[in-house]
């Protein structure tokens, strides 16, 4: 079965500050890597969709990258801003379904 | 273009009613997925429809259950609500299977009383 953990659980950072959140998966085997934002009391907004092929992706102050072979993906936040606060999820798919395993979570604070 | 929409945004059962929870997914989207949020299991997948067909089901019991019309809205129902199934539940739309983008809606949160 497949495992999502993200580390760290919860970081805080001053504004402007440059992060890296990371994501891991034990079974290589993916399809597709999704990360996503969620506010409080929220759904989830889609940031950034790695497909398997793929090493990274961007969008805007975002990149996100992928390697399989060590089942690892980050999520760089370049010159965070308050408004980056919120809890970050990535999640892999596999097959050629959209069942998403998701990691337990990275919640962000960023302090103006 | 409006995003996935779910209906209702809160829900208060009692123990051993039963509820429907609605997602109408994005226009053109043929695969909906339902997700089950609680705080100490985290996003756990419930089933996933594309083109009115189950095709993956998730670890939960029978009382969830789902289903997908031919417009690709969905609705899925828990029957004899426990105290336990008390959740936010998010529904996911894609294009299609596979390769592309997942959306969420904002998600219906119900309470079990």
């Known amino acids: 079965k497949q495992e999502v953990t993200q580390i760290p659980a919860a970081l805080s950072v001053p504004e402007g500050e440059n992060l890296v959140l990371n994501c891991s998966f034990t079974?290589?085997?993916?399809?597709?890597l999704q990360w996503f934002r969620q506010d409080p009391g929220k759904g989830l907004t889609s940031l950034l969709l790695?497909?398997?092929?793929?090493r990274e992706q961007t969008s805007g102050r975002l990149n996100a990258s992928l390697d399989k072979s060590s089942g690892r993906s980050t999520l760089y936040i370049a010159a965070s801003q308050p408004g980056d606060s919120a809890t970050y999820l990535c999640?892999?798919?596999?097959?050629?379904?959209?069942?998403?395993?998701f990691g337990t979570g990275t919640g962000l604070t960023v302090i103006p | 273009k409006a995003g996935v929409t779910q209906t209702p945004r809160y829900l208060i059962k009692t123990r051993g009613q039963q509820v429907t929870l609605s997602c109408s997914p994005i226009?053109?989207?043929?695969?909906v997925s339902w997700y089950q949020q609680t705080p100490g299991q985290g996003l756990q997948f419930l089933f996933e429809?594309?083109?009115?067909?189950?095709?993956n089901k998730g670890n939960f019991p029978g009382r969830f259950s789902g289903r997908q019309f031919s417009n690709s809205r969905s609705e899925m129902n828990v029957s004899t609500l426990e105290l336990g199934d008390s959740a936010l539940y998010l529904c996911?739309?894609?294009?299609?299977?596979?390769?592309?983008?997942?959306?969420f809606g904002q998600g219906t949160r119900l309470t079990v009383v």
């Open positions: 429809y594309f083109s009115e067909t189950q095709r």
């Open positions: 999640a892999v798919s596999r097959n050629t379904g959209n069942q998403f395993y």
């Open positions: 226009s053109g989207h043929r695969s």
């Open positions: 079974d290589s085997a993916i399809y597709n």
């Open positions: 790695i497909q398997s092929s793929q």
């Open positions: 996911a739309s894609s294009l299609a299977l596979g390769t592309t983008e997942a959306f």
